[in-house]
């Protein structure tokens, strides 16, 4: 069979595939060009399907993203000032307090995680560890454990936030302070960045968010939910902890207060391509498209929930947020 042929028959499958999920199929050409996302670490796994998903629809679009921890992403834009379209981030917060209202003026929240510890059947102490105990087993000497870097990325400021959440709810003061003493060597840029260390065995444990533990098919320990950061009604308990990472600019200190996790997204103000962003957006915030693909990642959609700058919001992106 031709080339041309075997081309045609696959693009024939795949609408075949699409009209069986009942899901209306329509090959949108109108929109083309580069397409530029910055995202955090823990969002690979499902914006590399969403967008696999999109391009089959949008197919002149070529989407180009660009993972980091979150504070890397915002970093980018102010600092490096390198062009992007849309940036989404692991916590909401980093839109608000580093990109608004130079760089944007509005933060949609779509989505929600939670901390685990996650582990291997090859991990020192795995056939015993549990969440009563985990504190202890991750202190002792022949145990490394794996966390991403506080200045970099949410997930690393959230790490600490619960050994201080930990340290009140075990009532063991020192917790916090012993655990972040240790093996220091094993910070990381990115929550992601962990999990090579973990499968070639350089480390027993990593802080992580459910999601990518879910989506790499590892063992993970579940939180009490007084110290997870994933109980929406927690969220004052939340904040009786709070974390210092550098700010926007060099020198300065930014507080991090805890709160239940929030992801955020948002379109720069100088997007090169706000057409294409703006068809990726509402793909990515609709429950039944990109909404249903951040379910089976293990990142529940929020979605309609309150935004940062409502008003300021495209008319086309409003029903996605509560004012």
Same mark, same amino acid.
């Given at each position: 069979?031709?080339? #041309?042929?075997?081309?045609?028959? $696959? ?6 595939? !699409? ?15 580069? =397409? ?23 197919? /002149? ?31 909401? !917060?980093?839109? &608000? ?73 075990? &009532?063991?003061?020192? !917790?916090?302070? /012993? ?17 090579? $260390? =973990?499968?070639?065995?350089?480390? &027993? ?12 098919? $590892?063992?993970?320990? /579940? ?60 793909? =990515?915030?609709?429950?039944? #498209? ?20 409502? &008003?300021?919001?495209?008319?086309? $992106? ?6």
């Amino acid at each position: 069979m031709k080339r #041309k042929n075997i081309s045609t028959v $696959l693009f024939g499958c795949l609408v075949i595939a !699409l009209s069986a999920c009942h899901q209306p199929f329509h090959v949108d050409t109108n929109v083309n060009g580069k =397409l530029i996302i910055f995202h955090a670490g823990s969002l690979s796994v499902p914006f590399k399907e969403i967008a696999d998903s999109f391009m089959v629809i949008h197919p /002149n679009i070529e989407l180009m993203l660009e993972p980091a921890g979150s504070v890397q992403c915002a970093r980018k834009i102010t600092e490096l000032k390198q062009p992007c379209d849309i940036i989404a981030v692991s916590d909401y !917060l980093v839109i &608000d307090k580093m990109l608004i209202p130079e760089y944007t003026s509005w933060n949609i929240r779509f989505a929600t995680n939670e901390m685990v510890i996650a582990y291997n059947e090859k991990s020192k102490f795995s056939d015993s560890i549990c969440h009563r105990n985990w504190y202890a087993i991750l202190q002792k000497n022949e145990v490394a454990y794996g966390r991403a870097d506080p200045n970099s990325d949410p997930c690393g400021y959230r790490t600490v936030m619960t050994l201080n959440l930990a340290a009140i709810f075990y &009532d063991k003061p020192d !917790l916090a302070g /012993n655990m972040l003493k240790k093996d220091t060597r094993f910070i990381r840029p990115k929550e992601v960045d962990l999990l090579a $260390l =973990l499968e070639t065995h350089t480390i &027993d444990y990593i802080f992580i968010y459910r999601s990518v533990a879910v989506q790499h098919g $590892l063992r993970y320990i /579940n939180l009490p939910d007084e110290i997870n950061l994933k109980d929406p009604g927690r969220a004052d308990h939340y904040r009786q902890v709070s974390v210092e990472i550098t700010g926007k600019k060099p020198g300065e200190i930014e507080i991090i207060q805890g709160e239940p996790m929030l992801y955020g997204v948002t379109l720069l103000r100088n997007a090169p391509n706000k057409d294409a962003a703006m068809l990726f957006l509402e793909y =990515l915030l609709t429950s039944e #498209k990109g909404g249903a693909i951040m379910e089976r990642n293990g990142q529940p959609s929020v979605i309609p929930t309150q935004a940062t700058g409502w &008003d300021s919001i495209p008319a086309g $992106l409003k029903r996605y947020a509560v004012n």
